[in-house]
């Protein structure tokens, strides 16, 4: 079993809608937990910390339920530049170094 | 202020050959990681540098090895290249170690290997 899987997509959305979008996690004991953005044949950047009282960040929205190992992002009113890949990311216990990552799942706004 | 940046942007090499990458941190960071990134998969994390000393490792076999220079730049090198070596390798730097700091990811290294 992966240590982080996400939602496999791809997910193809007119403008203006709302796309959310799926991760668990394997370690009960995971420390920090992320949403990052790659755009194509670009580097991964951090679009939000996900914290355990969940949070908001305009229109982007990341909840974190640990009981289920269980992170969310929802993006509302969803903007052509909104087209990218979607990584989830934790940090293992024992391993905060390092940055584990799931293997994204694509999001396309269509005009 | 440069962020971080890496070289060569592309590179082909043949199997059993060996590669050097090289990465220079974003200004005021003293961390460097290294991830492999295959086509369609997410990065996987190779190792982590601080104080020029390799602090944790990912699952990678010995033929990744790295450096870390007191100017905090760092250098990856694969060698006997395999052909499922071929990946975009990227640099992370970051201020400090842990977790809790942002990393910063470079433009990556896009390595061939035939």
């Known amino acids: 079993r992966k240590e982080v899987e996400q939602d496999p997509g791809p997910f193809n959305v007119p403008e203006g809608a709302t796309v959310a979008f799926n991760c668990t996690y394997s370690?009960?004991?995971?420390?920090?937990f992320f949403w990052y953005r790659q755009d194509c044949r670009k580097e991964p950047k951090l679009l939000m910390s996900v914290y355990s009282s969940g949070n908001e960040d305009g229109r982007f929205t990341a909840q974190l339920n640990r009981a289920s190992q269980y992170i969310s992002l929802l993006i509302r009113d969803s903007k052509l530049s909104d087209s990218a890949t979607y990584l989830c990311?934790?940090?293992?216990?024992?391993?905060?170094?390092?940055?584990?990552f799931g293997s994204g799942t694509q999001l396309t706004v269509l005009p | 202020d440069a962020g971080v940046t890496q070289s060569p942007t592309h590179l082909i090499k043949t199997r059993g050959q060996q590669v050097t990458l090289r990465c220079s941190p974003k200004s005021g960071h003293d961390t460097v990681s290294w991830y492999q990134q295959a086509l369609g998969q997410g990065p996987q994390f190779i190792f982590q540098y601080y104080e020029e000393e390799e602090r944790q490792r990912g699952n990678f076999p010995d033929r990744f090895s790295g450096h870390q220079f007191p100017n905090y730049s760092s250098e990856l090198n694969v060698n006997a290249l395999l052909l499922g070596d071929s990946a975009l390798y990227l640099c992370?730097?970051?201020?400090?170690?842990?977790?809790?700091?942002?990393?910063?990811f470079g433009p990556g290294t896009r390595l061939t290997v035939l």
């Open positions: 370690n009960s004991a995971s420390q920090s």
């Open positions: 992370a730097s970051s201020a400090g170690p842990s977790s809790y700091n942002e990393q910063f």
């Open positions: 990311v934790v940090t293992l216990s024992g391993s905060a170094r390092q940055l584990t």
